[in-house]
């Protein structure tokens, strides 16, 4: 049978952090080991603030999702393999907040690209 995927978004704050690190590594070994039958698990980097302000996380975050539902992703995801029917989204604190709002946008059936151009993001910060 093939292997549900697990998406696992690391923490930080949006803003530190990384999924190379060795707690986010142990995590990932957790997640594909604890599964019944295993897991694949991927563990996407997601550009962080305060260089990136939102929406460059969640944008990051929910391409992984567009990359899995394309050809691009099996040469790494093998469809023999994985089963895209079952995938996991998972994460702890802002990892947690970008798994269910990538849950939330996948439901809405979002396709729009959600990076703003560079000139969108100066407009948002001078109206906060």
Known sequence: SHAPIVILHHGGGFCMMSSRSKMYFQACQKFANGVAGGAIVIAPEYRRAPEY???????????????????????????????????????????????????QLLRDGLQAD????????????AAV
Do not use: M, Q
């Not at 929910?62 to 393999?81: I, N």
């Open 53 to 103: 302000p939102f929406p460059y996380a969640v944008s990051d975050s929910y391409d992984v999702l567009r990359w899995l539902a394309s050809d691009a992703s099996h040469a790494a995801v093998p469809p023999g393999e994985a089963d895209r029917r079952r995938i996991i989204l998972a994460g702890d604190s802002a990892g947690g907040n970008l798994a269910l709002v990538c849950s």
């Open 114 to 125: 959600l990076t703003p151009a560079p000139a969108e993001v100066g407009e948002k910060l």
